[in-house]
Nanobody, 125 residues
Framework: QVQLVESGGGSVQAGGSLRLICAASGNTPICMGWFRQAPGKEREGVAAIAGDGTTNYADSVKGRFTISRDNAKNILILQMSSLKPEDSAMYYC?????????????????????WGQGTQVTVSS
């Protein structure tokens, strides 16, 4: 079992920055990711990190968001900069207990085993 708790969301003006934190407890997940869901839209993968530290980003956030993981503290971080109104969404932390084939499922919702409750990010223009 893995428990995930996100924090760090909030309201910011376009061009601003936010740092999301996901605290994990219980078993240590192998791969982790950040997803987001805006009203009326499907949940989409934003950034993912494999067990070996390899990272990958959705095209919409590449160059603006950075995912990192502090294994000693068991936290996942999403540093977001140059935020845009279209980044507004509920952001979710996700954890997977598998690592094989990560590149193929890294942004697939149904391949992650555990989810946090989400933290809201609102970017105003």
């Amino acid at each position: 079992q893995v428990q995930l708790v996100e924090s760090g969301g909030g309201s910011v003006q376009a061009g601003g920055s936010l740092r999301l934190i996901c605290a994990a407890s219980g078993n240590t997940p192998i791969c982790m990711g950040w997803f987001r869901q805006a009203p009326g839209k499907e949940r989409e993968g934003v950034a993912a990190i494999a067990g070996d530290g390899t990272t990958n980003y959705a095209d919409s956030v590449k160059g603006r968001f950075t995912i990192s993981r502090d294994n000693a503290k068991n936290i996942l971080i999403l540093q977001m900069s140059s935020l845009k109104p279209e980044d507004s969404a509920m952001y979710y932390c996700a954890a997977a207990t598998r690592g094989a084939g990560w590149w193929w499922w890294r942004f697939l919702n149904n391949k992650y085993d555990y989810w946090g409750q989400g933290t809201q990010v609102t970017v105003s223009s």
